[in-house]
């Protein structure tokens, strides 16, 4: 168990431009998580992978947003035309299915991300 | 719809003090409950979990909390605040939402822990 690993730790971008985020689950984990987490706030649901497929989306995700999970295995989050209101912590999540819904999530330590 | 309310968005102790942050959930289905705690620049690290086992439940780093489904709360406690306890604590709710499960957040306290 190596841990969720997320890349990179921090990203500075221009206004406009197109930035892609990567995560490394724990490898025997089949959910994923991405969350957002602004200063002040707890972290906000933003999608979730069962395996290769993405079941659910947050109405934060706008169609700037967009998630993969190839094979089930590492997904990335890939942000078109960033806005400044995008700046904030990406955290990533997994966790295993045990066909119940109180399995722990384990976070990776995030990828911050400033819009300039 | 489930969510958490976290009283207090700071808490300043003593170290060696109790320290008590506070979760109220709300939850139409029994619900799971979580705490974590996150560090400056890293993400979450699971404290504990209630999953209707025990109404008190044991996590790491000498934290306890417990469950009064008549109070829908969930507060988390230690009996003495040690220096390295200073970080955010995060309190979770988790449910089934359409056949995924559905973490909820709340929105943190930060505690502070005075030598």
């Known amino acids: 168990d190596t841990g969720v690993s997320q890349d990179p730790r921090h990203k500075i971008t221009k206004r406009g431009q197109n930035v892609t985020f990567r995560c490394d689950p724990i490898s025997e984990h089949n959910r994923l998580y991405w969350y957002r987490q602004t200063l002040g706030q707890g972290p906000e649901f933003l999608t979730y992978f069962q395996n290769e497929a993405q079941l659910e989306k947050s109405r934060l995700l706008s169609d700037r947003f967009s998630a993969e999970r190839p094979k089930g295995s590492f997904s990335t989050l890939e942000i078109q035309r960033t806005e400044q209101g995008d700046s904030a912590m990406y955290l990533c999540?997994?966790?295993?299915?045990?066909?119940?819904?109180?399995?722990?999530?384990?976070f990776g330590n995030g990828t911050r991300l400033t819009v300039t | 719809a489930q969510s958490v309310t976290q009283l207090g968005s700071h808490v300043s102790v003593s170290e060696g003090a109790l320290v008590l942050l506070r979760c109220n959930y709300s939850s139409s289905v029994p619900p799971y409950l979580f705490w974590y705690v996150q560090y400056p620049n890293q993400g979450l690290q699971l404290l504990l979990k209630?999953?209707?086992?025990?109404?008190l439940v044991k996590g790491i780093n000498g934290f306890e909390a417990e469950f009064k489904k008549s109070e829908t709360s969930f507060h988390l406690t230690k009996p003495s605040a040690h220096m390295s306890d200073a970080a955010e604590y995060f309190c979770a709710v988790s449910s089934n939402s359409g056949g995924y499960q559905k973490v909820t957040f709340g929105t943190g306290t930060k505690l502070q822990v005075i030598p």
């Open positions: 999540a997994s966790s295993l299915d045990r066909g119940i819904y109180n399995s722990p999530l384990h």
């Open positions: 209630y999953t209707s086992a025990a109404t």
